[in-house]
């Protein structure tokens, strides 16, 4: 039966409806396309002059593992004081300061974030990290927006493993919506209480350790969308200690490994949500992982409400299989290692 669920965070409903579900109908044609393979990669080793210079490296000198570089074509840039302009009773403008950078997550091209080791996890996170702490100290700028695009379907121009940062002067209307509801809900933190319910029925959870919890969320607007969550109760990403930090690496990587292996390679986009700097109102930073199998349609568009065709229960429960599935292939192997 169809079933309309209401997403805590955001604020908007979505509508469950799994009737019409034929996967290799609808997920068939979703393959990343492929990259230009004779194009040369600015973000390869050897291949640095083709991008600014790097602002930070993170590795033994002269061979990097991290790297962050400004953003060739920025959308924010400069620091131009945030004025609003009225010119006129529809007209509204202001300036687009602020910072835009690309952090290339390794040296290795044909990785990705879903194939990284835990050292490179917590080496993408203590970057990030170090970014905003970066950002945050930057006069005028309000909020960070860290994300991953995979796949050009995802928006991602360049194949090589990377991310974006961006460092804006005002809070944007996705993390104002957040804001707003983590201030109304009345038991406690939202996502405390959310990660408490979803262990407790347990089955939309793919991962729980000591440091993250995965799950599909009860409010999942999309196919196999998942949220993680940090257990340790802290608004800013960038106050997080170096625990929680690789934890949610490592949390990342473990959802995009076991995505690959029950979808095969799709398009994705990870987003981080941490509270803006200055922010004393309830917040718990966390990361939503979205792969991009559907595309939004007129209803979408036209009422901000999101049809999901995956029910986020049988999501998590294929999920949860696929890991089964690997652990099982771990044991067998001769050399213990699965492929
Ligand atoms: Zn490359
Ligand atoms: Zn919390
Ligand atoms: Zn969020």
């Not at 690309?102 to 290795?108: A, E, I, N, Q, Y």
């Not at 559907?294 to 890991?323: C, K, S």
Request: glycine share 8%.
């Amino acid at each position: 039966m169809n079933q309309l669920r209401l997403d805590p965070l955001s604020g908007r409903w979505v509508a469950v409806s799994t009737e019409r579900f034929d996967r290799n109908a609808m997920f068939g044609a979703c393959k990343p396309a492929p990259y230009d393979s004779g194009a040369r990669c600015p973000f390869c080793p050897g291949n640095e002059e083709e991008t600014p210079p790097a602002l930070e490296t993170y590795g033994a000198e002269g061979s990097w593992l991290v790297r962050v570089v400004p953003n060739r074509y920025p959308a924010f840039e400069g620091l131009a004081p945030f004025v609003v302009d009225h010119r006129g009773p529809v007209f509204t403008e202001a300036p687009a300061s602020g910072i835009h950078e690309v952090l290339v997550f390794s040296p290795h091209h044909d990785l990705t974030w879903g194939s990284f080791d835990d050292h490179q996890c917590v080496l993408v996170m203590s970057a990030i990290r170090d970014r905003v702490e970066e950002h945050q100290s930057t006069p005028g700028l309000r909020y960070s927006q860290v994300i991953v695009n995979y796949g050009r379907e995802a928006g991602a121009s360049v194949e090589h493993p990377h991310g974006q940062l961006l460092g804006i002067p005002f809070v944007p209307r996705e993390l104002v919506d957040e804001q707003g509801s983590f201030t109304r809900f009345a038991g406690g933190c939202l996502l405390c209480t959310a990660t408490a319910s979803e262990e407790r029925a347990g089955y939309r959870t793919v991962e729980a350790n000591e440091h993250t919890v995965t799950f599909a969320p009860y409010w999942s607007g999309t196919p196999y969308e998942l949220l993680i969550v940090p257990r340790t109760h802290e608004a800013h990403l960038h106050r997080s200690g170096p625990e929680d930090l690789a934890g949610v690496g490592i949390a990342i990587r473990n959802a995009l490994d076991t995505l690959r292996r029950l979808l095969g390679e799709v398009a994705y986009n990870v987003v981080f949500h941490a509270a803006p700097y200055r922010a004393s109102a309830p917040y718990h930073w966390h990361v939503h992982v979205l792969p991009k199998l559907v595309t939004r349609a007129g209803f979408e568009l036209g009422t901000g409400v999101y049809i999901n065709v995956v029910a986020p229960e049988r999501a998590a429960d294929e999920l949860r299989q696929a890991i089964a599935d690997r652990q099982r292939a771990t044991a067998h192997s001769p050399e213990g290692v699965a492929s």
